[in-house]
């Protein structure tokens, strides 16, 4: 059993949260993805899905389960790995996380990278 919820939050709407405690290094949840070519991905980029997509290469994937509705802090505490072996998006607590706090992840893929987003940062 995956030990996330999702619930509304205060600032971006729904987001992930934690339904136990979760240790550092801990597996929190694989995200199987669907790839979207470039090619598609040009016909698309101006919907709603282009803020819910991660990079796969030189593509597009979007994060199916619980996988896409992670909010970005850059303060994060956990982080996600591409599987693209495994064709999934994989996320893991970066420190401990407590029962009841919103598990976020920073969306530059490196949990110190504080290069600006597309959107205006709410921490």
Do not use: C
């Not at 939050?9 to 987001?15: A, D, H, I, S, W």
Request: glycine share 6%.
């Amino acid at each position: 059993m995956r030990p996330i919820t999702v619930k509304k939050t205060e600032k971006y709407g729904r987001g992930i949260f934690a339904i136990r405690n979760i240790m550092k290094g801990e597996f929190i949840e694989e995200a199987p993805v669907v790839v979207i070519t470039i090619t598609e991905w040009k016909l698309m980029k101006k919907n709603i899905l282009s803020n819910y997509v991660f990079r796969w290469g030189e593509d597009k994937a979007l994060a199916l389960g619980y996988g896409s509705l992670y909010n970005h802090s850059y303060t994060s505490n956990a982080r996600y790995h591409t599987n693209i072996e495994n064709q999934s998006i994989d996320f893991y607590a970066w420190e401990d996380i407590q029962e009841g706090e919103e598990i976020t992840v920073n969306y530059n893929g490196d949990p110190e990278d504080r290069a600006p987003l597309w959107f205006e940062v709410i921490e």
